[in-house]
């Protein structure tokens, strides 16, 4: 009945000299769902991010991506970063955004389809003496690159430094540029920082309309509860590196140990130590 | 009159004492050596002129600041006008030549043209004041840049092909300019690894280095022609590029810049010491000359085979090759920049630019930052190889002593002042660093000292470099007109 499995987390440990940041930790995403990863401030968020997209190699466990692209899975813990995004096709987005502040936003969504570009391209010879293959498939992803602008309401900024677009717009930019990379997994962290409630509202939708028009799985890092429980279809919920409850939004909610990590202990508070610098 | 005007002649005075007592030793006093004994002698009317200039300089910039028009501008006029007519004075050696009333109102080339310019400045910046009188700043609409820009780069290019044919142009000119155009090249080749993909490489010269050796060894061991030995120095220089490249991958910034530094040296190093390949300090000599599509520029054509004045009936003179080089090296720089401008817009080039803005989000776009990196090395390496062979055939002797570290820093510095990964503003500051710099080799000792002054000027003015701006390489539809 279950629909299937697009990633399976098993056994992921993360150690930092002495300091275990994750700490054995499973979990699996199904495919066209939205999945929450929540947990207080350092609890190893970010961090399982940063496993799964390549960025940091886990000290221990395993990572399987069933990619309905691909016969064979892929084994994301031994993967570069770039070659998660280019085979594997897991995309991420970052908490502290990370446009190139000096390029369009045009142009930051054309990077992000670099390797299409690149291969259409002939590595840069066939564009050099401008074939016509190269012409269309630059167009074309113009074209794909348009239709995320104007998805993600940046239309009238789309040949606009990225940098000097507003905090809000930065963000969807960000969301608009990984959908160019033609994920099958989405990973966004933190994408409602900083938003206003509307906003927010406006991101739910478009999460919602990403994985419903365009089937891709999204796996979400977020504070903000209400668009957690709204969006979601399953949450994992994290607290010093380990898994202490997972389900779908009303369970969670009501499971003691979560309403503890959140609310119980009296060390805890919002400005504590973070892992958001790690990203 | 009132009480600013007394204030602005108290600040002039003020300055104008303290550029007094601050001269006087340097200016006013002038150490030299008859025989064997140190004497002082005095320059007088040096000192004063220079106290003279400085007093109504700041006069004139303290009016302009506080938007006065029409005073400043008049002073600023002047001055240029003084400063002019004692350069001209000098030049025409009419100060010099016994009637000797002018004598003593030229001060001296450098403080002529420190006036000259120091007047043209103040009535510019006067001058826009009174234009401006009465408007409010904010009716300025912004310049379309991208615009100006194409128009600015379209006459140089024109007034660069057509340099050599203008009345008036020695050979001088010709061969400085030629040096220019080197130098534009290589701040265009260099430009794609600073200015594009932001890799801060202070060692660029080996590159030219290995161009100009490969092209010296293979022209005087094998006796290959130019334009075969031109796309082989581009290909070792662009193989050396990689090889350097690799171990620097993971390195970015001030660390960068320290490595390839020290490759630089190295390979310069290398060449000295390597006596049996390189002939070491003594260098390599009697490199081939480039041919007019097979028509050598000799004065005596060998036996049976023409030459290029014979080819061509016109009588034999020394300044075509000159000219011939200015053109090869011209036609060179602009394949340098046709081929930046057009990669730009590939995704290649924008994936420079974006591992430049940012490397961790370049990664997580499925961009190979070590495949880009290292097309941006060899690239950069194989223009850098392609003007090391020019510069060998030009001067038809290379040795190590060409390529030290200063020909690097000045790159790297044409390629920051002009404006990181601007054509133009490169073309600009190669202008302004080498150009004048070697057009007004008498000033020579007050070369760095302008030097050092441009930079401090540029670092307060324009700290982003002299051209910041920057066109998309892709827009959702046509540019605006």
Known sequence: MNPPTLLSVEHLTMRFGGLIAVDDVSFSVEQGAIHALIGPNGAGKTTVFNCLTGFYKPTVGRITLHSPESRTPFLLEQMDDYRIVREAKVVRTFQNIRTFPKMSVLENLMVAQHNHLMRASGWTFLGLIGAPSFRHAEAESVERAEYWIGRTGLAEYADTEAGALPYGEQRRLEIARAMCCDPVLLCLDEPAAGLNPSETEELSELIGYIRDHHHISVLLIEHDMSMVMGVSDHIVVLDYGQKIAEGAPETVRNDPAVVQAYLGSDDEDEAGESEDTTS | ?481
């Open chain 2, 1 to 481: 009159m009132n009480s600013p005007h007394a204030a602005s002649l108290r600040d002039a005075a003020l300055v104008a004492g303290i550029a007094g007592i601050l001269a006087f030793p340097f200016v006013g006093l002038l150490l030299t050596t008859e025989g064997t004994a140190p004497t002082l002698s005095t320059r007088f009317p040096e000192f004063a002129g220079a106290v003279v200039v400085i007093f109504f300089g700041r006069l004139g910039i303290s009016a302009a600041r506080r938007g006065h028009g029409l005073l400043p501008l008049v002073l600023g006029l002047a001055m240029a006008a003084g400063g002019a007519f004692s350069l001209v004075v000098e030049a025409t050696g009419l100060g010099a030549s016994g009637t000797a009333i002018w004598h003593a109102f030229v001060p001296g080339t450098f403080l002529s043209t420190v006036a000259c310019a120091g007047g043209i400045a103040i009535a510019g910046l006067a001058g826009r004041n009174y234009l401006m009188q009465g408007r409010q700043p904010a009716e300025r609409t912004p310049l379309p840049m991208g615009q100006l820009l194409l128009w600015l780069g379209i006459a140089l290019a024109g007034f660069a092909i057509l340099l050599p044919l203008l009345p008036g142009v020695d050979r001088r000119l010709i061969d400085v300019a030629t040096l220019v155009l080197t130098y534009v090249m290589l701040g265009w080749g260099l430009n794609i690894v600073v200015g594009l993909a932001g890799l801060l490489d202070l060692g660029y010269v080996a590159f030219y280095a290995v161009g100009a050796y490969s092209y010296a060894l293979l022209s005087v061991t094998f006796g290959w022609s130019f334009w075969v030995c031109l796309p082989v120095a581009g290909a070792l220089a662009a193989l050396f590029g990689i090889l350097l490249g690799f171990p620097v991958l993971r390195l970015r910034g001030d660390y960068l810049a320290i490595v390839t530094l020290g490759f630089g040296e190295m390979i310069r190093i290398i060449l000295l010491n390597w006596y049996d390949f390189t002939n070491g300090p003594d260098g390599i000599t009697n490199i081939g000359r480039p041919s007019f599509f097979g028509l050598p520029f000799a004065s005596k054509p060998e036996q049976g085979t023409e030459s290029f004045h014979t080819f061509f009936g016109v009588a034999y003179d020394p300044v075509h090759r000159l000219i011939f080089m200015y053109y090869l090296i011209l036609a060179l720089a602009f394949v340098t920049n046709a081929f930046t401008l057009r990669i730009r817009r590939l995704p290649i080039g924008r994936a420079w630019e974006a591992l430049r803005e940012d490397e961790i989000a370049c990664r997580s776009l499925g961009v190979n930052p070590r495949n880009t990196k290292l097309s941006a090395f060899a690239i950069g390496a194989m223009f850098a190889g392609f003007a090391g062979s020019f510069f060998a055939t030009r001067q038809g002797f290379v040795s190590p002593e060409s390529f030290t570290f200063i020909e690097s820093a000045i790159l790297v510095a044409i390629v920051v002042l002009g404006g990181m990964g601007s054509q133009i503003g490169v073309a600009v500051a190669a202008i302004i660093l080498v150009g004048l710099p070697e057009y007004f080799r008498e000033l020579q000792e007050y070369r760095m000292l302008a030097f050092g002054m441009g930079m401090v000027l540029i670092m307060l003015w324009r700290p982003g470099g002299l051209l910041t701006h920057r066109e998309p390489t892709i827009r959702t539809r046509p540019a605006p007109a």
